[in-house]
């Protein structure tokens, strides 16, 4: 299994962008936890926002609480982070995760660790 990632870009502050997590063709989101991270120049990743299988959880960095929605769309086999009212700050390269097997979403999922598959990111850039 591949992530692939897309949706990034250059926007200003307000703005707002729409990243998608897709599978490698072959392979289904359908039973994964999918969580998105980020890692800004000089800093730890950070996780931003995950969603169960069933979509049933979902849970947020509070640096991002009300500003992004994480969804997921199984027809399209797809995951989104709608991200609106952009700052400077949520600069970074966005990463989006698979945790499989879990009915949940793990206690750790903002650190990173339960999940076993990884994109390639998706540069994001909001200038002031």
């Known amino acids: 299994l591949q992530l692939v990632e897309s949706g990034g870009g250059s926007v200003q502050t307000g703005g707002s962008l729409r990243l998608s997590c897709a599978a490698s063709?072959?392979?289904?989101?359908?039973?994964?936890?999918i969580g998105w991270f980020r890692r800004a120049p000089g800093k730890e990743r950070e996780g931003v926002a995950a969603?169960?299988?069933?979509?049933?959880?979902?849970k947020y960095a509070n640096s991002v609480e009300g500003r992004f929605t994480i969804s997921r769309d199984p027809a399209k086999n797809t995951v989104f982070l709608q991200m609106d009212n952009l700052l400077p700050e949520d600069t970074a390269v966005y990463y989006c995760?698979?945790?499989?097997?879990?009915?949940?979403?793990?206690?750790?999922?903002?650190?990173?660790?339960?999940?076993?598959?990884w994109g390639q990111g998706t540069q994001v850039t909001v200038s002031s």
């Open positions: 995760g698979a945790d499989q097997g879990r009915h949940g979403l793990a206690i750790n999922w903002q650190s990173g660790r339960p999940f076993g598959f």
């Open positions: 063709p072959g392979y289904s989101l359908e039973n994964l936890a």
């Open positions: 969603i169960s299988r069933t979509g049933n959880s979902i």
